[in-house]
């Protein structure tokens, strides 16, 4: 079992739709959350991450996490042709010094 | 601006042949890391170092290695004995003293056996 799961995908949605990405984790160690977006043939960059469980906000995007039930989610409102991309998902073990990555869900927003 | 170069941005290899791919940062970060990234998968994590002349074995090690000489360099070599090494290749460093564990990532780049 890997120990961050992401939902596959792909997923198509039209523009102005309220997208949800999500991920499992099994490993209690895990101490951070992070998203990165990844567009096509370049290298991913950090969207945001999160310590607590709860909830963060910046723009139009929201990260969730629930560490009681291990479960991590990135919320984008209004999506827009320009968040076409891979997302994904990675927990922090601070004590192993890694991160451990889900394994991308591929977003396409259709004008 | 700072940033993680990495260089080639396509390399092609023959049968046998070793390669060294390239990644140098300007961030000041103390922790780099190697990802390889194969298609419709996620990052597969082959090397990291947390601080200058050491290293640790990731997932994936099993044909490849590095160095860390300097804080600003990591260099990959995929050796003649990884069998399948065509994949996209990132570097990625981050700053573990500090309160930011975000990854930075390079450009990647893409290894082909000819």
């Known amino acids: 079992q890997k120990e961050v799961e992401q939902d596959p995908g792909p997923l198509s949605v039209p523009e102005g739709a309220i997208v949800s990405l999500n991920c499992t984790y099994s490993?209690?160690?895990?101490?951070?959350f992070m998203w990165y977006r990844q567009y096509s043939r370049k290298g991913p960059e950090l969207l945001m991450y999160t310590y607590s469980s709860g909830n963060k906000e910046d723009g139009r995007f929201t990260a969730q996490v629930d560490k009681s039930s291990k479960y991590i989610s990135l919320f984008i409102r209004d999506s827009q042709p320009s968040d076409s991309a891979t997302y994904l998902c990675a927990s922090l073990d601070t004590n192993a010094g890694k991160s451990t990555f889900g394994d991308g869900t591929t977003l396409t927003v259709k004008p | 601006d700072g940033g993680i170069t990495q260089s080639p941005k396509y390399l092609f290899r023959k049968e046998g042949q070793n390669v060294t791919l390239s990644c140098e940062q300007n961030?000041?970060?103390?922790?780099m890391y190697w990802y390889r990234q194969d298609p419709g998968q996620g990052l597969r994590l082959i090397y990291y170092s947390q601080i200058v002349n050491d290293f640790q074995k990731g997932d994936i090690a099993e044909g490849y290695s590095v160095s860390r000489e300097k804080k600003e360099s990591f260099p990959l070599t995929v050796t003649s004995a990884q069998k399948n090494p065509t994949a996209f290749y990132l570097c990625a460093s981050s700053n573990i003293r500090g309160v930011d564990y975000g990854y930075t990532f390079g450009s990647g780049t893409r290894l082909t056996v000819v």
């Open positions: 961030l000041n970060h103390d922790a």
């Open positions: 490993n209690s160690a895990f101490q951070y």
